[in-house]
């Protein structure tokens, strides 16, 4: 009778990007309301601020998680390259690293050398690539779904607070944006830990504190410098 198991590690790549873009959006723009909103702005000008950081933010997130995923699928190509070589110059010394791995995880070296010889006969580079240089199709890099993820999640994060902006009174906004910002990203913390398989409370916590501390410093700068329009 087959036993399915529920494993996460498949949604690694574009739960860590959404995860980040959906805080990184509450978490900027609620920042930046606060900020603007202390210094005395006008609510059509935090509205303006909040729309131009969405939309910057959201591209900037795009661009850097596809520049440094890319660069680690680079490496892993240049990995995989370099290691189809050493297959075809040396196959002896590859199956013997191969073995070594194998045994240092618990088998004898006699079955160790059989598993190897027949990974290799089966997918020579796949068993290497896997095996010795950790590298999997389920946790390649996969830069376009990191970046759509990212800028996506960005977006959605950061119509969060802007959105109070449009329905609160202007009386109510710094302590309105504030507090439902944190419940944002309680919620986005509790659906993160969700899906990832983490500790429920662990990740609210720390996801809210670096939040709120975030608004905080912003709203003191905004009201340290800013000046009643």
Same mark, same amino acid.
């Given at each position: 009778?087959?036993?399915?198991?529920?494993?996460?590690?498949?949604?690694?790549?574009?739960?860590?990007?959404?995860?980040?873009?959906?805080?990184d959006g509450i978490v900027s723009t609620a920042s930046l309301v606060l900020g603007v909103a202390a210094a005395g702005a006008s609510t059509r000008s935090?509205?303006?601020?909040?729309?131009?950081?969405?939309?910057?933010?959201?591209?900037?997130?795009?661009?850097?998680?596809? &520049?440094?995923?890319?660069?680690?699928?680079?490496?892993?190509?240049?990995?995989s390259a370099r290691e189809k070589k050493e297959l075809a110059a040396n196959p002896v010394q590859e199956h013997a690293e191969l073995t070594t791995i194998?045994?240092?995880?618990?088998?004898?070296?006699?079955?160790?050398?059989?598993?190897?010889?027949?990974?290799?006969?089966?997918?020579?580079?796949?068993?290497?690539?896997?095996?010795?240089?950790?590298?999997?199709?389920?946790?390649?890099?996969?830069? &376009?779904?990191?970046?759509?993820?990212?800028?996506?999640?960005?977006?959605?994060?950061?119509?969060?607070?802007?959105?109070?902006?449009?329905?609160?009174?202007?009386?109510?906004?710094?302590?309105?944006?504030?507090?439902?910002?944190?419940?944002?990203?309680?919620?986005?913390?509790?659906?993160?830990?969700?899906?990832?398989?983490?500790?429920?409370?662990?990740?609210?916590?720390?996801?809210?504190?670096?939040?709120?501390?975030?608004?905080?410093?912003?709203?003191? &700068?905004?009201?340290?410098?800013?000046?009643?329009?």
């Amino acid at each position: 009778m087959r036993h399915p198991e529920r494993h996460r590690t498949h949604r690694t790549g574009w739960l860590r990007a959404a995860v980040l873009g959906a805080n990184d959006g509450i978490v900027s723009t609620a920042s930046l309301v606060l900020g603007v909103a202390a210094a005395g702005a006008s609510t059509r000008s935090i509205l303006v601020a909040g729309v131009a950081g969405l939309v910057a933010g959201a591209m900037s997130m795009a661009a850097g998680e596809y &520049v440094s995923v890319s660069s680690q699928a680079d490496t892993e190509r240049a990995d995989s390259a370099r290691e189809k070589k050493e297959l075809a110059a040396n196959p002896v010394q590859e199956h013997a690293e191969l073995t070594t791995i194998y045994v240092k995880r618990g088998l004898d070296e006699a079955l160790a050398s059989a598993v190897a010889t027949q990974l290799m006969k089966h997918d020579a580079l796949g068993a290497h690539l896997r095996d010795e240089l950790g590298i999997s199709e389920t946790l390649a890099a996969r830069p &376009v779904q990191a970046a759509l993820a990212s800028a996506g999640t960005f977006a959605v994060g950061a119509a969060l607070p802007l959105g109070m902006v449009v329905v609160l009174p202007s009386q109510a906004l710094m302590w309105g944006v504030a507090g439902s910002s944190l419940l944002f990203l309680a919620s986005l913390g509790l659906l993160a830990a969700r899906a990832g398989g983490a500790p429920l409370l662990a990740s609210v916590a720390r996801v809210a504190f670096w939040g709120g501390l975030a608004m905080a410093l912003t709203a003191g &700068v905004g009201a340290l410098f800013g000046v009643t329009a």
